[in-house]
Nanobody, 126 residues
Framework: VQLQASGGGLVQAGGSLRLSCAASGRILSTYATGWFRQAPGKEREFVAGISRGGGSTIYADSVKGRFTISRDNAQNTVYLQMNSLKPEDTAEYYC????????????????????WGQGTLVTVSS
């Protein structure tokens, strides 16, 4: 499966962006999907995850209440709506997929995410 992340850009603190992760080569509903980010000089960290069916989601504490992950399996796309952005959200954002038979499980560890897209850069100015 090939993943294409898009939607990054420069935004002022308090603003919003919506990232998209479009899949090709395989049906995205086969996989649980996650968003991760990596800021300069820092380790990659989990941001949000969504189950195959879309009914279960999980978020990092740092983004809970501000970010929303969703999926449109008909469009083979997963989204990350980011509101109330903060300068500390500045990072390269990556989507990844986790093969699973479960329709309801979500995964916060990068282990098990077998396919990764290229990143999309989000810069939040203060």
């Amino acid at each position: 499966v090939q993943l294409q992340a898009s939607g990054g850009g420069l935004v002022q603190a308090g603003g919003s962006l919506r990232l998209s992760c479009a899949a090709s080569g395989r049906i995205l509903s086969t996989y649980a999907t996650g968003w991760f980010r990596q800021a300069p000089g820092k380790e990659r960290e989990f941001v949000a995850g969504i189950s195959r069916g879309g009914g279960s989601t999980i978020y990092a504490d740092s983004v809970k209440g501000r970010f929303t992950i969703s999926r449109d399996n008909a469009q083979n796309t997963v989204y990350l709506q980011m509101n109330s952005l903060k300068p500390e959200d500045t990072a390269e954002y990556y989507c990844a997929v986790h093969e699973t038979r479960s329709y309801s499980s979500t995964y916060s560890s990068s282990e098990g995410y077998g396919y990764w897209g290229q990143g999309t850069l989000v810069t939040v100015s203060s």
